[in-house]
């Protein structure tokens, strides 16, 4: 099952974002917890401290709030999510000045071309069809200056037997309506570094984290 965009939305406006901070709660932790996964995550980027960041598809802004801690009050953040429900429960949780979130839709933005330093998209386009995350890369490729760097936060695939079957039980891949199994499957069968060097980034560099449960992948444009 594949939920369409317009379910997709109003589900994340009325129901998911009532539950998704409580979800990212228990899927990290086993892994110490949602702010040290962030915090790791985050590390694993080099970027300067007044870098010009968007990050797409933020949800409650998890991700937003750990690049805002890493890089103080000298960066300027734009953080954008479909999902107006997930929009007013992160600018509710946000405490940092320098952080703008609005509503809008990560595959067709606003921005001029050009506009930012890094694009980050964190947890999101393992939800979206093929069609859908070519959509959102080829738009941060457009939005970034040249040189910029994409990093993409996602899951992986554990290469031990036991952390498949571990992650698959925790991260609830065994619910019959869990309409991320179609989508992630398909991000994993085609390769996240494959999708992102065929929009056109280049010099891309995979690194996997906590036995290849999470991955982070950064290219250039």
Not at 40 to 62: E, Q
């Amino acid at each position: 099952m594949v939920i369409n965009r317009k379910l997709y939305k109003w589900f994340y406006d009325h129901i998911g974002c009532r539950f998704y901070d409580l979800v990212i709660w228990w899927c990290f932790l086993p892994f110490g917890g949602e702010k040290k996964v962030r915090r790791r995550l985050v590390d694993v980027i080099n970027f300067d401290d007044y870098s010009k960041i968007l990050d797409m598809c933020c949800g409650t802004g998890g991700a937003t709030f750990a690049l805002a801690k890493k890089l103080g009050n000298k960066s300027e953040i734009s953080a954008i999510d479909l999902s107006s429900g997930q929009i007013r429960v992160a600018k509710r949780r946000n405490r940092f000045a320098n952080i703008k979130f609005r509503v809008m839709d990560s595959a067709r933005t606003t921005f001029d071309d050009s506009s930012f330093d890094l694009v980050v998209i964190a947890h999101a386009l393992h939800e979206m069809p093929r069609h859908g995350r070519m959509s959102v890369l080829l738009e941060a490729k457009r939005v970034l200056r040249e040189g910029g760097r994409l990093a993409v936060f996602e899951m992986d695939k554990p290469q031990s037997a036991f952390m498949r079957i571990f992650i698959a039980f925790w991260w609830f891949y065994w619910l019959p309506f869990n309409f991320e199994t179609p989508t992630r499957c398909d991000m994993l069968k085609y390769g996240l570094e494959k999708e992102i060097r065929e929009v056109g980034f280049r010099d891309i560099i995979k690194e996997s984290l906590y036995k290849n449960s999470l991955q982070v992948v950064q290219a250039r444009k």
